[in-house]
């Protein structure tokens, strides 16, 4: 009886190995596809801190894809560089808006009063 069960349950291991493998033309674990970025980073409009904590990078069986990651990565560098060269820009009109008010020499007066010579 012992020999019977043993026989039989190499069998049935066998069988089950065999169907999951893929044994003939129709597998039975047909092959996965690649997660890709489920909701990446806005195209139309600059980043916001909402799309950054929104971000979920797709996982691969050794970390995160890296192409993936490195789509990201650059996007925020190209967006980052884009705010620090827009902010660059309004700090040089207003410290130039400031110099050109500084040096007025009407500064003081009231409007309507002529400045004094």
């Given amino acids: 009886m012992f020999l ?20 003939g033309d129709s597998a039975a674990l047909p092959e ?7 909701d990446p980073l806005p ?4 980043v916001g801190r909402a799309d ?12 995160y894809r890296m192409a993936d990651v490195d789509d990201v990565l650059g ?11 827009r902010i660059a820009e309004l700090e040089s009109a207003l ?4 110099a050109t008010t500084v040096g007025r020499p009407d500064l003081f007066t009231k409007p309507g009063e002529e400045p004094e010579q």
């Fill in 32 to 38: 996965v596809a690649p997660e890709q970025l489920v």
């Fill in 4 to 23: 019977f069960l043993l026989i039989a349950m190499v069998v049935v291991v066998a069988a089950v190995t065999l169907a999951v493998v893929g044994g």
């Fill in 75 to 85: 996007r925020l560098a190209a967006e980052l560089a884009e705010r620090d060269a």
């Fill in 43 to 46: 195209v139309s409009r600059p």
């Fill in 52 to 63: 950054v904590d929104a971000l979920r990078l797709p996982v691969a069986p050794r970390g």
């Fill in 95 to 98: 410290a130039g808006a400031q």
